[in-house]
């Protein structure tokens, strides 16, 4: 089984549904609540795992109730958790998600113990068995540490970096990733950082939500306009995409630096095609879903596609 390393956070989330989302001193109403597990790369790892990759998670977690039910519910998700710090006397981070009647999010919550990772907290091993890395927000020295101890053994290693690019120097992780996943606003602050000069030889997927994803390679660009669907939560719907795209990815044995020859420019450009739909159709199951994760199976998503063919 292929099996992919996701390093990042580890989150315990609780999501509250509203009418509305306030404005400054503003009021909104609570439909509903509940909680799961959360944070980007125990998202990626479960929607992973949904599609049939053995995923292996390197985070930090508290040693208190959340903790552990963040860890159960991992387990029983077939996360492997052999790379998951448990710190002692110590909170789990704990994010509140609103989330209103078109499926938007805001975002409030506390860091809890979510960055207690160092590279020193890292076995290279763990790196180096897995078929590819994915990383998302985290201390950025673990994740410049964790890209090239995979470079080194040529592994590939895509990265995520999320909402707070702009408050962190990621730089040296951006240069050793093989692909990028952005949004439009996080696209725009990568390409007016350090990376945007070797930023020519990898993949860089911009995300649109409902409106789909462009990826842009060495070659060119492809587009898929995404899918129509009634939109219930959003926030793990990126992480699917991710999930998604990686888990084809590996599948289609798709290169970042594909080969110029002409004969095989269409063929490339049909395996890029299939990643981006499929990862959007995994991103649409995901926003059509109550909470941030989203564990649909290959199959699942086989159907979506069916039914939108």
């Known amino acids: 089984m292929v099996t992919v390393l996701t390093a990042g956070h580890v989150n315990w989330d609780v999501t509250l549904r509203v009418d509305r989302l306030p404005q400054p001193d503003g009021e909104a ?12 790369a125990a998202n990626v790892a479960v929607a992973l795992a949904g599609l049939g990759v053995r995923p292996v998670l390197v985070g930090s977690v508290g040693d208190d109730d959340n903790g552990r039910l963040a860890r159960r519910e991992l387990e029983d998700a077939d996360v492997s958790l052999e790379g998951l710090t448990v710190v002692e006397d110590a909170p789990t981070a704990v994010k509140y998600l609103l989330v209103d009647d078109a499926g938007e999010v805001s975002i409030l919550g506390n860091d809890g113990v979510n960055e207690a990772v160092r ?26 540490y964790i ?12 990265f995520d970096p999320g909402r707070r690019l702009g408050d962190r ?3 040296e992780t ?13 696209a725009e602050a990568i390409l007016e ?24 390679t060495p070659d060119g660009r492809t587009t898929h306009p995404g899918f129509d669907v009634e939109p219930v939560d ?16 590996l599948n289609e044995g ?32 995901a926003a059509s879903r109550k909470g941030p994760r989203s564990m649909s199976t290959t199959a699942d998503v086989r159907a979506f596609l069916e039914r939108r063919s």
Request: proline share 6%.
């Open 174 to 186: 951006l240069v050793r990733a093989d692909i990028v996943f952005a949004t439009d606003h996080e």
């Open 119 to 144: 590279p020193a907290d890292v076995d290279p091993n763990w790196i180096r068995h897995a078929d590819h890395v994915h990383l998302t927000s985290q201390r950025p020295k673990t994740a410049s």
């Open 169 to 171: 120097d990621y730089t």
């Open 254 to 285: 798709l290169d970042p630096n594909p080969n110029p020859n002409p004969n095989c420019e269409n063929e490339g450009e049909r395996a890029y095609h299939r990643a981006l739909e499929f990862a959007n159709a995994c991103g649409a199951l």
């Open 234 to 249: 959003s926030s793990g719907a990126g992480d699917a995409f991710a999930a998604g795209f990686i888990a084809t990815s």
């Open 147 to 158: 890209a090239s101890v995979a470079n080194e053994a040529g592994v590939p290693v895509s």
């Open 193 to 216: 950082s350090e990376y945007a000069a070797g930023a020519d030889d990898r993949l860089v997927v911009v995300t649109a939500g409902a409106d789909g994803a462009v990826l842009h």
């Open 29 to 40: 109403s609570i439909r509903s609540q509940f909680q799961s597990g959360g944070g980007s």
